[in-house]
C-alpha cells in the first residue's frame, strides 16, 4: 500500500502538491478566525453612561405610562410617554430632586402614575391588608384546630374527640342510647354516598 502510494507521488507530484496547499491554507484559515473571535472581546470598551442617565431611569422605572397598560415611562414607546421622559430629563439636569419630580408628576396625574402604591393613606391597606389577611386566616385556623381538638365531657369526667365520637358509634347502636353528637355524626354518615 505505501509502495502503491509513493509511486503515486512520482508519478502525479502536483497533485500531492495542491492537496498540501489546500490543507495549510485550511488551517491557516481556522487560525485566523479563533484568533479573531477570541480577540474581539478585548477590543470592546466599556460604556459610559451619563450619570444623570441612571437617575432619570431610576425615576422613569418608577412612574406609569399614562396611556399604556403598566407599562413604565423608560420602557414605553409612546409618545406622551417619550414627552414625559423628556421632562424627568430636563428637571434632573435642572438639579431638581428625584422626590421633586415625582411630586410632579404625582401633581398631574394623581396615585395612577406610581407603578407602585405610595404607603401613605388609604393605600396602607394594600400594603398591610395580605399580612392582615393571612394573621386573620391563621387565627381562623387555629380555633378551628382548637374546637376540632378540644373534648366533650363525658360522664365519669372523661373527655372524648369528635374522632373518638365516629369510631366509638357501633353501626348496630341504639339511636337512645347514642349522644347528640354521635346520633347528628351518624345521620351525616348515613347521608353520604362512599
Not at 9 to 19: D, G, I, K, L, M
Amino acid at each position: 500500500m505505501k509502495r502503491q502510494h509513493d509511486q503515486h507521488q512520482r508519478q502525479y507530484p502536483h497533485q500531492f502538491h495542491y492537496q498540501k496547499i489546500k490543507n495549510i491554507s485550511w488551517y491557516t484559515l481556522l487560525i485566523l478566525v479563533l484568533l479573531v473571535m477570541f480577540s474581539l472581546p478585548t477590543l470592546a470598551t466599556e460604556r459610559q453612561e451619563d450619570p444623570d442617565e441612571a437617575v432619570v431611569r431610576d425615576i422613569a422605572q418608577g412612574l406609569r405610562c399614562a396611556v399604556c397598560q403598566n407599562q413604565p415611562i423608560y420602557e414605553s414607546n409612546s409618545d406622551l410617554a417619550k414627552d414625559m421622559l423628556k421632562i424627568i430629563r430636563q428637571q434632573v439636569r435642572d438639579g431638581r430632586q428625584p422626590s421633586e419630580i415625582r411630586q410632579y408628576f404625582h401633581d398631574r396625574y394623581g396615585d395612577y402614575i406610581y407603578l407602585e402604591p405610595t404607603r401613605a393613606g388609604s393605600n396602607m391597606i394594600l400594603w398591610a391588608g395580605p399580612f392582615l389577611l393571612l394573621l386573620g386566616g391563621v387565627g381562623i385556623l387555629l380555633v378551628a384546630l382548637r374546637r376540632w381538638r378540644s373534648a366533650r365531657p363525658l360522664a365519669g369526667g372523661k373527655r372524648m374527640t369528635p374522632a373518638q365520637n365516629i369510631s366509638d358509634i357501633p353501626s348496630h347502636a341504639n339511636p337512645a342510647s347514642m349522644t347528640d353528637q354521635q346520633r347528628r355524626i351518624r345521620q351525616e354518615l348515613e347521608r353520604v354516598d362512599l
